[in-house]
């Protein structure tokens, strides 16, 4: 079991409403096609002022390309330029929704487990590897 932190950007994307409307997602994969698998661990993070992780999810499906049809969240996407229908997808279902009380990204700067977060570090990507500590901290935190 792997586990991932997927980043979304509420500039292209209404993920907040996609947190709350939806059971399950798909997911742009730009990275690690070949690793992620069914039943790994994800934590959703949404970028910008507000930055933080607000869903816990596990992946239900292994990355593939999908035609437009199948891609069930279109009226999420507020910039369709950004969709990359030419790029793999999986699917995530949500586990915990922390819609109310995200675990924010200046709170865990000071917390010495999750302060080393791939996205903190380095915050231009989509999908990031995170450690088996990082997932436990944050169920410690939030499961």
């Known amino acids: 079991?792997?586990?991932?932190?997927?980043?979304?950007?509420?500039?292209?994307?209404?993920?907040?409403?996609?947190?709350?409307?939806?059971?399950?997602?798909?997911?742009?994969?730009?990275?690690?096609?070949?690793l992620i698998q069914p039943d790994d661990g994800v934590l959703i993070w949404v970028a910008g002022?507000?930055?933080?992780?607000?869903?816990?999810?596990?992946?239900?499906?292994?990355?593939?390309?999908?035609?437009?049809?199948?891609?069930?969240?279109l009226d999420y996407w507020t910039d369709h330029k950004r969709l990359r229908e030419d790029k793999p997808r999986t699917t995530v279902q949500f586990i915990r929704k922390l819609l109310g009380q995200p675990l924010r990204k200046g709170?865990?700067?000071?917390?010495?487990?999750?302060?080393?977060?791939?996205?903190?570090?380095?915050?231009?990507?989509?999908?990031?590897?995170i450690t088996p500590d990082q997932w436990q901290r944050v169920h410690q935190l939030k499961g």
């Open 1 to 34: 079991m792997a586990y991932w932190l997927f980043q979304a950007n509420p500039t292209y994307y209404r993920i907040l409403d996609a947190i709350r409307d939806l059971e399950t997602m798909p997911w742009l994969v730009t990275r690690y096609k070949t």
């Open 107 to 129: 709170e865990l700067r000071y917390d010495r487990t999750l302060r080393d977060l791939p996205v903190i570090l380095t915050p231009s990507s989509t999908n990031f590897k």
């Open 49 to 73: 002022a507000n930055a933080g992780i607000y869903a816990i999810a596990t992946i239900t499906s292994l990355p593939t390309v999908l035609d437009t049809e199948q891609i069930s969240d």
